[in-house]
T-cell receptor, first 115, second 110 residues
């Protein structure tokens, strides 16, 4: 089983719907992140959390919210999905300051399509 | 200016050949540099860190040029299994953030 698990892996939805992407990890890491990847744009950070109840905005947080319910769980919500939120979303974890180690452990990704 | 710039390619490489590519970064204060590998439709995984003195891991060599603000990755004796996208990553502006490039796509041809 993967150490970082994302659900759902694929989702097609309509504009205006609320969507939640869930992430759980068994690595015991305190730090969790949500990224989105778009063709030609690379990975961009949406939100990150260093501990339960710690939430920080990333580069592109508008239109998204997150919840860190437990050390092992970090969920991403789109309150009212729009087509330009169509992307591949990755959850990631790290155990220490990634500026030094650079090592993020990614989930397998959640492909979201908003029609 | 983007934090990390890479030529997406693709870089078509005959099996057994050497391929090299660079990425440039804009944050002159960055102290940390990395290469990630991402296979098609898969998650990125850390390939190697890039040290000031350069470093080698098997057939892979990474170099840092601080004066010109670029890092490079060289792959010797390319294998079919090296086909992937290689993401250049540096310390982003702001705390505890990494800046990812779009990636260099490498296709090793038999």
């Amino acid at each position: 089983d993967a150490d970082v698990t994302q659900t759902p892996r694929n989702r097609i939805t309509k504009t205006g719907k609320r969507i939640m992407l869930e992430c759980s990890q068994t690595k015991g890491h305190d730090r969790m992140y949500w990224y989105r990847q778009d063709p030609g744009l690379g990975l961009r950070l949406i939100y990150y959390s260093f501990d339960v109840k710690d939430i920080n905005k990333g580069e592109i947080s508008d239109g998204y919210s997150v919840s860190r319910q437990a050390q092992a769980k970090f969920s991403l919500s789109l309150e009212s999905a729009i087509p330009n939120q169509t992307a591949l979303y990755f959850c990631a974890t790290s155990d220490v300051d990634i500026s030094n180690t650079g090592e993020l452990f990614f989930g397998e990704g959640s492909r979201l399509t908003v029609l | 200016r983007k934090e990390v710039e890479q030529d997406p390619g693709p870089f078509n490489v005959p099996e057994g050949a050497t391929v090299a590519f660079n990425c440039t970064y804009s944050n002159s204060a960055s102290q940390s540099f990395f290469w990630y590998r991402q296979d098609c439709r898969k998650e990125p995984k850390l390939l190697m860190s890039v040290y000031s003195s350069g470093n080698e891991d098997g057939r892979f060599t990474a170099q840092l040029n601080r004066a010109s603000q670029y890092i490079s990755l060289l792959i010797r004796d390319s294998k079919l299994s090296d086909s992937a996208t290689y993401l250049c990553v540096t310390q982003g502006r702001g705390n505890n953030r990494l800046a990812f490039g779009k990636g260099n796509q490498v296709v090793v041809i038999p």
